[in-house]
């Protein structure tokens, strides 16, 4: 069945390619000041192509960094409200003798467009414009009200983004974000994201003594706050890697059976994930890697330090140790509950003569959770049924999102990530790349999901 | 009964201490080149004093770095040659906020000469000196060889002590060393000081993977480099802290009667040494504590370290851990036996899957020990029950001095330790001071031992 909008966005593929190439040839590194020209014509860019394809009170939002690029078309009354989100910053692209061509002129080899951005995240991006642009052009309209937000401070952990939503909550305000960011998890199968791991952290002091000790003096009387350190935190798993905190994992929804067969349908070889980073497995052996580093809590210490760590030698009996710890939390967990958990089994194993205090317990974001049901969830998996002819798995995500759990928590806004980008090309690293592949893909999936959302009464992205 | 060059002595008294306070007045800090003038200064003024006492052949001697200053007499045909050790280097005075007078003007309050260097070793170096100038003053001759070797670079470890001796090998040739550093171990009993341990040390690197690894995408599924670190460093001790590595201490000499009968015998509260510097005891609950830090190996991660350790979160999984680890060794080990041991222990106890490379695996050095018959000891006693009424008691001390292992191990020679200062004068710090009751009971103890030592055959001194 011939679909107009979809056919006009294929016939213009070379067009987009083009007006992509000239996007990722800005080095709009957002970590850099060096950068400033390649951030400033990237919004000149994104400003001028929202206002050529229609959209309306395009404008800069000033939180109090980078700015982000605003432009809506709010001409679907009754019908739902998606705010689009894009960012329009990449990484930096060190180490520069790395790339093969150079990271900011982009190049085609083997059917993967070379350049920084390209996966991560200016295609998917330009991908979403060009199908809200093709509806316009060909039918006039849009199925679905669109805000799009593209955001200039992805890369460096989002700082002004809760001001920028303080200021300007009003534009903001949709029914639910519908992202560019986030891509496909598998080349394999089609997958949809319904949702990720929460977070929380601590950090924590161990003192033996007033200072440090001489060894000689005082070495096989006293206790080492070294030793001491590194009781606790061993004392924090078991030989196999499993947390033995105790009520680390009570409050966790347990895996529905849609979720662990959906985890189990994942093509995921546990073997290839560790040896391409060189590393060993750990973790309870009962459940499966995929299902561990998705659905259940872990913890792990990110940083532990004490005693002389320069050059050469020195003899001392150390009086004070650190240690960074993050925890992801799983759904329905309440993240402060489990980083309180941590610290009274670190307090209950702490030997007495030896103070612990905690520097840092955050608060923590819980995981994210979209419902099988929610709209969000409905509308993709009909599209890329259709697509694919293939059942979308649902997965889960270790790492949690931060824009998505800003705009939870402070908008109430559920997010769904629709990219198109893959797991396997290197999105922090040299020689990033974006499939070619994947373009038509998005190309024919976008304009569709856009239909799908209309069929929804607004209210009922809210969960 | 009367003694001529005593009473001398103690006559002198004043001057002497007028003598000590100029001394004290040159800030001789070796550590720092800010002080060469210090430096220079002190040279000069031993190398004056040594040569206004009748001393011959008076010199600096140059290993490279801050020269020593000789001077000899060796008029006492068949009978013992002592080299005499002290140093007129001082450890730097900072923080200088912290002293209740100028660390370089040497004052007086409540029986106790305050000044950088008064303790360590200015004190006890012009002691020894007096005791020659003394016996040449009103006798003529001294009863032994006197060779003095006034180091410049003890309190920054002696860098250039071993290329000076290969300099200077025939100039320093002695039967023994009797060293004014290292001074009584109580002010209650007499004490001679019979050893001390050994040391090794060694330095390790782990890893678990070939980079970090983002927490969200691998937590919960691979090895982390700080918790298998943790688990390495809890496995070398009990909870107790009783080192648990196989064969840590097999080829120790155990204690005699009469070394665990003067341990048990010297006044230690153990409450008050752990009490004085906010420490806790750890060790074996069977063995004495002073027995444990004297007589007995042991084991202490000097620092660890691994991961993120700057400011806020960074949740990252560590591929890498690194630990450096110092050993006290006991009279009649092999430290580079134990220091093997240590190794094997962290290989046996690393999982497959973690790499373990060890930058470092010294030699070390084995334990110093004076049998409780060797002229050296025998002499003390003599001196010391004579002066006090008291039977010295034998001690050990639990670190290692770097020159007697250094004299022992390039020339053969025994040192007995025969300074004044007591451990609780803070010499390594602000407000050190030396007791001037110490005065002159070193006045009084250093011509006797003199004497005491010339009725050995200069061949008994080697053991």
Redesign the interface.
């Known amino acids: 069945m011939s679909d107009p909008v979809i056919d006009h966005l294929l016939s213009r593929q070379d067009d987009i390619l083009q007006d992509l190439n000239a996007l990722l040839r800005m080095p709009s590194v957002s970590a850099d000041p060096a950068f400033a020209q390649g951030m400033a014509d990237a919004r000149d860019f994104l400003s001028e192509k929202l206002t050529a394809i229609g959209m309306e009170n395009v404008q800069l939002l000033d939180g109090g960094g980078q700015p982000a690029v605003y432009g809506d078309w709010l001409h679907a009354p009754g019908k739902p409200t998606l705010l689009v989100y894009g960012h329009y910053d990449v990484q930096p692209p060190d180490p520069l003798d790395q790339w093969v061509t150079p990271p900011f002129e982009p190049t085609v080899r083997d059917g993967k467009l070379y350049a920084r951005g390209a996966s991560d995240v200016k295609g998917s991006t330009i991908i979403a414009i060009e199908a809200v642009a093709s509806l316009l052009a060909v039918e006039g309209r849009c199925p679905i009200n669109i805000k799009f937000f593209l955001e200039g401070e992805e890369e460096t952990g989002s700082p002004s983004l809760r001001s920028l939503i303080e200021r300007y909550r009003d534009v903001l305000s949709a029914d639910a974000v519908l992202s560019a960011d986030g891509g496909r998890a598998s080349r394999e199968v089609p997958t949809i994201n319904t949702g990720?791991?929460g977070?929380n952290?601590l950090?924590f002091t161990l003192r033996?003594?007033?200072?440090d000790?001489?060894?000689?003096?005082?070495?096989?009387?006293?206790?080492?706050a070294?030793?001491e350190?590194?009781?606790?935190?061993?004392s924090?798993?078991d030989?196999e890697?499993r947390v033995t905190v105790s009520g680390f994992d009570t409050d966790m929804e347990q895996p529905s059976a849609r979720q662990r067969a959906d985890t189990a349908a994942f093509p995921f070889d546990e073997a290839a994930?560790?040896q391409e980073?060189?590393?060993?497995?750990?973790?309870d052996p009962a459940i499966a890697?995929r299902e561990?580093?998705t659905l259940?809590?872990?913890?792990?210490?990110?940083?532990?330090?004490?005693?002389?760590?320069g050059a050469g030698?020195?003899?001392?009996?150390?009086?004070e140790?650190?240690?960074?710890i993050?925890i992801?939390v799983a759904a329905g967990q309440d993240p402060k509950r489990v980083a309180d958990a941590v610290v009274a089994h670190l307090e209950a194993h702490c030997?007495?003569?030896?103070s612990l205090s905690f520097d840092?317990v955050g608060a923590g974001s819980p995981a994210s959770t979209l419902a099988p049901d929610h709209p969000l969830v409905q509308a993709a998996e009909t599209v890329l049924l259709r697509e694919s002819g293939k059942q979308p798995i649902h997965v889960r995500?270790?790492?949690?999102v931060p824009i998505t759990s800003i705009f939870k928590e402070m908008m109430g806004m559920d997010t769904l990530m629709f990219g198109f980008n893959l797991p396997d090309e290197p999105v922090h690293a040299p020689n990033e790349f974006f499939r070619l592949e994947s373009v038509p893909m998005g190309l024919r999936a976008w304009p569709q999901i856009l239909r799908e959302l209309a069929a929804f009464e607004p209210g009922a992205f809210r969960s």
């Open positions: 990720a791991r977070t952290g950090e033996t003594a007033d200072g000790l001489h060894s000689g003096r005082y070495g096989g009387a006293v206790r080492n070294l030793h350190m590194a009781m606790l935190i061993a924090l798993h030989s890697g994930f560790l980073v060189g590393a060993t497995g750990a973790g890697m561990r580093i259940r809590p872990c913890l792990d210490v990110n940083g532990m330090w004490g005693g002389y760590t030698s020195k003899t001392i009996i150390p009086s140790a650190h240690a960074k993050s992801r030997p007495e003569g030896v840092r995500l270790g790492a949690s």
